[in-house]
């Protein structure tokens, strides 16, 4: 859905906003999605005192991975000359399709080779679609997150936190442009922040080991709020390039430490399940039957 959605952005002309909307909605869905179940199976490819060292490789080579891929899409929209394309309009549909060609070629190894163990009998007859069936048990899911108490603060937490990186993420272009930093400027930031977090995601692997992934989570967060703090005072292009180089420093700790963190704390065979729970802000045993890794029933 993720890459279709993508792909088809390539169809969008000047103002067709609404069907740029659907496609976009289409392809943030399938990406959200697709998180859901990428992040829960952490558990199953990393140790439990390996997750850190994972999460936050993994969130490195994402970063470096989109980053190549926009460093050639910025030079294909501003020299499209050179690659044969009349205008940057054409070069920007091309761009499309190339992010969905590259999703689909490094989502090749994990389609390929991540075997998944299958849970509950397969033969077992069901009464009900599997969407009232993932809506049933994302109730169930709430109903006892009560059981766990620390899991439940944990993802109240992450649910706040998380919403601040996303606003930084999403908002930091648009708030460069508004005081009147160029767009060439915007785009090296970006560049910067992508390249900068690829380098520094073995510190934070190492912070979480020396003195513990909570404490090194919090530590990010901290910067995170100096950041903020700092941009409110931002009035130029030198200005926003540091508060890049500062977010790319912390923006992947963060998110690795807080997937890590919280896949220890998932009782076992329901990582898919809380982790929807968090995305959204097979047996029917009760829950509270279930093992946990790293956390006990409270």
Known sequence: MGMAGSVLLFTVNEGDYLLASILFILASVGFSGGNVFYDAFLPHVAKNEEMDRISTKAYAFGYIGGGILLAINLVMIMKY???GFPSSKEATQVAFVTVGIWWFIFSIPLFKNLKEKKVGDPTEKRDKSY????????????????????????????????DGISTIIR???????????GTNDLIAALLITQFV???VRCFFSKLAKWISAKK???LALAVYVVIVILGYFMTSALHFYLLAVCVGTVQGGAQALSRSIFARMIPHNKHAEFLVSTELHQNSQPLLDQPCSGLQRD
Do not use: P
Request: aromatic letters at 24%.
């Open 197 to 199: 977090e690829f380098h």
């Open 81 to 83: 000359d050179w690659f």
């Open 216 to 218: 090194a989570l919090t």
């Open 171 to 181: 908002m930091a272009t648009f708030y460069g442009s508004t005081i009147g930093i």
């Open 131 to 162: 969407i009232a069936i993932g809506f049933s048990r994302i109730g169930e899911t709430f109903k006892t997150l009560k059981y766990y108490k620390q899991l439940l603060i944990f993802i109240i937490a992450f649910w706040m936190f998380s």
